[in-house]
């Protein structure tokens, strides 16, 4: 029997903060502790940018639960202890296409190095 038992991560979700002294906008930063997040591991790759010969990313999808429903665009998310950023604009499989209590895949990379 293969059992499934989600993850907690925090989501970083991104919105308009105030005006800085010069005028232009800044980012204010809401955060969400979200558990039950199964995190499915990904790729990683080298960098071929020779100015970062050390460098390398990781992709990771992350599949969130019916009960979670807030947009991703823009958004961080912190899991296993690294901050990746959301690829795209992800959006739910509906909830009568999924039987397991998951319907929301995101995926997310980051660049090291």
Known sequence: MIRLIGETVTVRIPGTGEADPFGGTTTTWTEAT??????????SADLSDSNRPDGMTVDMTLHFPKTFAQEMRGA??????????????????????????????????????
Not at 34 to 43: E, K, R, Y
């Open 34 to 43: 979200v558990s039950d997040v199964l995190v499915q591991p990904g790729t």
């Open 76 to 113: 961080e998310v912190v899991a296993r202890g690294h901050v990746y950023t959301v690829v795209g604009d992800p959006q739910p499989y509906t909830v009568a296409d999924c039987p397991t209590r998951w319907n929301y895949p995101v995926g997310v990379t980051r660049s090291d190095g």
